[in-house]
T-cell receptor, first 114, second 115 residues
Framework: AQKVTQAQTEISVVEKEDVTLDCVYETRDTTYYLFWYKQPPSGELVFLIRRNSFDEQNEISGRYSWNFQKSTSSFNFTITASQVVDSAVYFCALKLRGAQKLVFGQGTRLTINP | NAGVTQTPKFQVLKTGQSMTLQCAQDMNHEYMSWYRQDPGMGLRLIHYSVGAGITDQGEVPNGYNVSRSTTEDFPLRLLSAAPSQTSVYFC??????????????FGDGTRLSIL
């Protein structure tokens, strides 16, 4: 069975600090896809990034970066120089090749204090 | 571009009442799905569809029905609402091209309270 664990339920930091959100996944499949979604206080779910299991390159997009390590089954998300607008619930999700079902982690509530 | 549209945004029901949550997408996506979001549990899949006329159960299907008569619409029906169905419901859609790596696009959610 597939499983995604986001062990950090809530994180609170002061603006401009760097923060890393952890995501650990479980699957026996060799081909799979990992996603991060952001849910701001307004409630909608916003797609942030997709990573294929065969591509272990890290990715950087502005202040956001993602570290994918198959050896530890982790797909962590780092926000550099955090801003108040980054406050949201962040979800990590897993999808297997050939399937459409997304398996979500429990989410991490991130609060950036001014 | 509207994307995925859910109606209503909020609804309060009494136990035993029935209602339909509407979901429509204008991206010609084959795949559509319904999730419920509960505190501390992430999003859990209720039902999904890979095309018109095809539906299947997800992780928590009990108490819900779906149908897919068109590519665009995927309504979720609660036949006899129960307090345990109080939740936020999200509809999502995605293209089936590629190797399942297409991201799902979500609607804004429906916040449902059952009294």
């Amino acid at each position: 069975a597939q499983k995604v664990t986001q062990a950090q339920t809530e994180i609170s930091v002061v603006e401009k600090e760097d923060v890393t959100l952890d995501c650990v996944y479980e699957t026996r499949d060799t081909t799979y896809y990992l996603f991060w979604y952001k849910q701001p206080p307004s409630g909608e779910l916003v797609f942030l990034i997709r990573r294929n299991s065969f591509d272990e390159q890290n990715e950087i997009s502005g202040r956001y970066s993602w570290n994918f390590q198959k050896s530890t089954s982790s797909f962590n998300f780092t926000i550099t120089a955090s801003q108040v607008v980054d406050s949201a619930v962040y979800f990590c999700a897993l999808k297997l090749r050939g399937a459409q079902k997304l398996v979500f982690g429990q989410g991490t509530r991130l609060t950036i204090n001014p | 571009n509207a994307g995925v549209t859910q109606t209503p945004k909020f609804q309060v029901l009494k136990t035993g009442q029935s209602m339909t949550l509407q979901c429509a997408q204008d991206m010609n996506h084959e795949y559509m799905s319904w999730y419920r979001q509960d505190p501390g549990m992430g999003l859990r899949l209720i039902h999904y569809s890979v095309g018109a006329g095809i539906t299947d159960q997800g992780e928590v299907p009990n108490g819900y029905n779906v149908s897919r008569s068109t590519t665009e619409d995927f309504p979720l029906r609660l036949l006899s609402a129960a307090p345990s169905q109080t939740s936020v419901y999200f509809c999502a859609s995605s293209s089936l091209t590629g190797n399942s790596n297409q991201p799902q696009h979500f609607g804004d959610g429906t916040r449902l309270s059952i009294l």
